[in-house]
Antibody, heavy 120, light 111 residues
Framework: EVHLLESGGGLVQPGGSLRLSCVAS????????MAWVRQAPGKGLEWVAS????????YYIDSVKGRFTISRDNSKNTLYLQMHSLRGEDTALYYC?????????????WGQGTLVSVSS | QSALTQPPSASGSPGQSVTISCTGT?????????VSWYQQYPGKAPRLIIY???RRPSGVPDRFSGFKSGNTASLTVSGLLAEDEADYYC???????????FGGGTRLTVL
């Protein structure tokens, strides 16, 4: 069974930085595009960023462009999300998820999430 | 404000069928057969139950079915069970300004 484990969340002041990690197991990680999706407390799901496996193209929601960077290390089966200039509205549970190839970003495996809290 | 529009709530009695709608635009739902549906229990990660409008991942009961017409997709849950009480989210390959759009979610209550 595919397993995704996120880490790196925590409490950070506005303007601060965090780096989230997502380690994949029992998955040919390099063969799959991956995504980060967040969920603010009591709110719905919001796609944040995605990264292709082949050409490593990256995509971001407008609200994080220029502040967040998605990357991956296939040798470590790990997906990252570097977050800078954090704002209160970035407070959320951040999930990493695997894309079904060719599905138009249907996400079939999800981690349990890591909580990011931005507050002074 | 979510890019895709879902009703905030839906309900049905055990054994009944319930349909949840997901309305987008000609740039997202209407443009691609890339609509997905997720089920989420409180405190748990989302679970994919429908992708590419009508396809079910392995292990998802055929009580769950998807459909799309124009800019609106729908999820039907047939033969409602108490365990179907959860939040349901649609998503679509996005339009011009976003790769992936989610709906705001629908809380399904089994009466």
């Amino acid at each position: 069974e595919v397993h995704l484990l996120e880490s790196g969340g925590g409490l950070v002041q506005p303007g601060g930085s965090l780096r989230l990690s997502c380690v994949a197991s029992k998955l040919s990680f390099s063969n799959y595009a991956m995504a980060w999706v967040r969920q603010a407390p009591g709110k719905g799901l919001e796609w944040v960023a995605s990264m292709q496996n082949g050409d490593a193209s990256t995509y971001y929601i407008d609200s994080v462009k220029g502040r967040f960077t998605i990357s991956r290390d296939n040798s470590k089966n790990t997906l990252y999300l570097q977050m800078h200039s954090l704002r209160g509205e970035d407070t959320a549970l951040y999930y990493c998820a695997r894309d079904i190839p060719g599905s138009g970003w249907a996400l079939d495996y999800w981690g349990q999430g890591t909580l990011v809290s931005v507050s002074s | 404000q979510s890019a895709l529009t879902q009703p905030p709530s839906a309900s049905g009695s055990p054994g009944q069928s319930v349909t949840i709608s997901c309305t987008g635009t000609s740039s997202d739902v209407g443009a691609y057969n890339h609509v997905s549906w997720y089920q989420q229990y409180p405190g748990k990660a989302p679970r994919l139950i429908i992708y590419e409008v009508t396809r079910r991942p392995s292990g998802v009961p055929d009580r769950f079915s998807g459909f799309k017409s124009g800019n609106t997709a729908s999820l039907t849950v047939s033969g409602l069970l108490a365990e179907d009480e959860a939040d349901y989210y649609c998503s679509s390959h996005g339009g011009f300004d976003t790769l992936v759009a989610f709906g705001g979610g629908t809380r399904l209550t089994v009466l």
